[in-house]
């Protein structure tokens, strides 16, 4: 399968377990990516040198450019820890802002954490079978609270497009961490 | 959770395995309600003045009618045939025609029927973890060819609306019909 999709029908086989499709290609975020996002980028980089983990892995489909059309795939995020904060992704704003997202939540345990730019905020949880909706307008980044890796089905309008750059100036408002009874959520000290 | 979804974020569960959500009610289409979407209406009136079983559910959220929302739920349908036709859903177009459509299976066994205006048509497989596009211009319709409910997670934007009448007065120009082999695709003699 070569190309754009979505002329045409397909389908593509996602294991529901590991989320992986053996049909195509993923994009990886090792640890050596994104170092920058942690609280302590410095730890990251030191563990980094160490064994660079892949933190997170996600299906990029070439669908139509088209507000018709609808973005799919899958989004593993790792278990894992950098100082006490847990492996998530990056997080990005939609370049059309006004465009929502949901996730359901195949395998694992996580959180989606949600700022917009009104300072508005909110973090839901994920297990099993849990569908997150991201309002339109929001900046949303997937956290591995669990031991298993957090396997999500992800779907966005085709056209909407990521705009990672704003989030990654500014940080997130908040971040979760792993405290003495479970995860917290606390105030990002570096956020601007 | 009352009225209007997606202006905040929310999360609803889904049960990965019989597809329901216990925070909603489903939409639900028993057999007398569908008789005429049958081969053989007559079989399906006569088995539905006997136990009437409930073919197929759905989640229907309130999402906003609005380009940058998108509706989500599970759909599941149940095992069965009327004189050898499996049970499916009546299938729609949607009322904004330039609109996708994935559905990605969680349990069972079942095919997507598609087609277009312009008498393009198409049918795939569903397996756990199989994901279907459903181009823009198509009616589709899920057939559940195995013995379990057919669940899949569907996602379309929230704006797209649904033309049930379309299909439904010209009917498919394939139906899937239990063969002595399994499952087979066969031209609709109704088909107008």
Not at 7 to 23: I, P, T
Not at 130 to 157: D, M, Q, W
Request: with cysteine.
């Amino acid at each position: 399968m070569q190309g754009l999709l979505g002329e045409k029908a397909f389908s593509l086989e996602f294991d529901l377990k590991s989320g992986l499709c053996g049909q195509r290609s993923s994009s990886k975020r090792m640890l050596s990516d994104i170092a920058g996002i942690f609280r302590n980028p410095q730890a990251a980089v030191e563990r980094a040198e160490k064994d660079n983990p892949l933190v997170y892995e996600f299906y990029e489909l070439p669908l139509p450019n088209h507000p018709g059309d609808l973005c799919f795939g899958t989004s593993m995020v790792y278990p894992g820890q950098v100082d006490g904060e847990y492996f998530m992704t990056k997080g990005h704003f939609h370049s059309i802002l006004d465009t929502g997202e949901v996730y359901h939540c195949l395998s694992g345990q996580g959180m989606m954490i949600m700022e917009n730019g009104a300072g508005d905020w909110n973090c839901l949880e994920f297990k099993p079978g849990t569908a997150v909706y991201v309002p339109k307008g929001y900046a949303h980044r997937s956290i591995n609270i669990g031991e298993k890796p957090l396997v999500t089905f992800f779907c966005f309008r085709a056209d909407a497009g990521h705009d990672y750059q704003s989030i990654t100036q500014k940080g997130f408002r908040n971040l979760v961490v792993k405290g003495p009874n479970g995860p917290e959520i606390i105030a990002n000290p570096h956020w601007s």
